[in-house]
């Protein structure tokens, strides 16, 4: 099983400043097919999550461009730019490179 | 728009069984894997089971190994998880989810509560 480690825990921002999270695989999310199979979630409080980013770094449809994703291999990267007050919520990512799919254990994001 | 509707959560007692469901719409529900996704109250997510798009394959995390067992009925656009032997750590709000054949979970339902408990 791929073990995701998310840092850090929680991460105070200020509205209009930019949040960045970190994401670590236990090993590399390169597929055979030669795709990254790593993708970000939000969950805003009381929701379910909600896709935001996936292959790591394509927005899905209706994500703001605030939101950007980089990253290869085992080490990846959500960054939030001009954060604003919606984007409170814990941030989640996931690989779908190998089975059983696995999350990290989420980051918080808050004002 | 694609709409996910999970139903079928209640409290049971250890041991018990259950079944839940989900109502898809506004895509091509055959065309598409499904897969059951669970959060223990305040904690993070847990993937529990997939079902590719035909039925022919499926796949299920260890902890329920055994005791689940997903289904779907493309006639009725439905996905469904029945829960056997259930256990405490069972408790949680169960998810489905859709995906493509790249397991990147693009739509996700409200969820249903399961709890577990004597």
């Known amino acids: 099983e791929i073990v995701m480690t998310q840092t850090p825990l929680s991460s105070p921002v200020t509205l209009g400043q930019t949040a960045s999270i970190s994401c670590r695989s236990s090993?590399?999310?390169?597929?055979?097919?030669?795709?990254?199979?790593l993708s970000w979630l939000q969950q805003r409080p009381g929701q379910p999550p909600r896709l935001l980013i996936y292959?790591?770094?394509n927005r899905f449809s209706g994500v703001p461009d605030r939101f950007s994703g980089s990253g290869a291999g085992r080490v990846f990267t959500l960054k939030i730019s001009r954060v604003e007050a919606e984007d409170v919520g814990v941030y989640y990512c996931?690989?779908?490179?190998?089975?059983?799919?696995?999350f990290g254990g989420g980051t918080k994001v808050e004002i | 728009e694609v709409q996910l509707v999970e139903s079928g959560g209640v409290v049971v007692q250890p041991g018990g069984s259950l079944r839940l469901s989900c109502a898809a719409s506004?895509?091509?529900?055959?065309?598409?894997?499904m897969h059951w996704v669970r959060q223990p109250p305040g904690k993070g997510l847990e993937w529990v089971s997939l079902?590719?798009?035909?039925?022919?394959?499926?796949d299920y995390a260890d902890s329920v190994k055994g005791r689940f067992t997903i289904s779907r009925d493309n006639s009725k656009n439905s996905l469904y998880l029945q829960m056997d032997r259930l256990r405490t750590e069972d408790t949680a709000l169960y998810y489905c989810?859709?995906?493509?054949?790249?397991?990147?979970?693009?739509?996700w339902g409200q969820g249903t509560l399961v709890t577990v408990s004597s």
């Open positions: 506004g895509f091509s529900f055959d065309g598409y894997s």
């Open positions: 989810a859709t995906s493509g054949d790249d397991w990147q979970l693009y739509y």
């Open positions: 996931m690989q779908g490179t190998q089975l059983p799919l696995t």
């Open positions: 079902v590719r798009g035909d039925g022919s394959i499926t």
């Open positions: 090993q590399s999310l390169v597929h055979s097919d030669g795709n990254t199979y």
């Open positions: 292959k790591i770094s």
